[in-house]
């Protein structure tokens, strides 16, 4: 069965930086894009950031864009997000997903091109 289990979040503050990873078994790894999301109390699942299956293709939302930067270690069959100059506004549940696809055309940021979640990993960025 397929699994994904980020880690990597805490509490830190504004400014400062935290490196998430998501390790998959259970899969093809290196076949697929994977995502990351993330979710705040009271608002839905938004779309962070992405990498195709090669690591030739990135995407980022446009809060994030420029401070956040994915990556992935298909030999580790894990993928990263480096979160550099946090804010607040970053406090979320982040969480990995594995994608229906390895070859992305446009950006893939709806929850419905992903077929498989992690459980997520809290990140807290104090002011």
């Known amino acids: 069965q397929v699994q994904l289990v980020e880690s990597g979040g805490g509490l830190v503050q504004a400014g400062g930086s935290l490196r998430l990873s998501c390790a998959a078994s259970?899969?093809?790894?290196?076949?697929?894009?994977m995502g990351w999301f993330r979710q705040a109390p009271g608002k839905e699942r938004e779309f962070v950031a992405a990498?195709?299956?090669?690591?030739?293709?990135?995407f980022y939302a446009d809060s994030v864009k420029g401070r956040f930067t994915v990556s992935r270690d298909n030999a580790k069959n894990t993928v990263y997000l480096q979160m550099d100059s946090l804010k607040p506004e970053d406090t979320a549940v982040y969480s990995c997903?594995?994608?229906?696809?390895?070859?992305?055309?446009?950006?893939?940021?709806?929850?419905?091109?992903?077929?498989?979640w992690g459980q997520g990993t809290q990140v807290t960025v104090s002011s």
């Open positions: 990498l195709s299956w090669s690591g030739g293709r990135t």
């Open positions: 259970g899969l093809t790894f290196s076949q697929y894009t």
């Open positions: 997903a594995k994608a229906r696809f390895g070859t992305v055309v446009a950006a893939p940021i709806g929850t419905d091109e992903y077929d498989t």
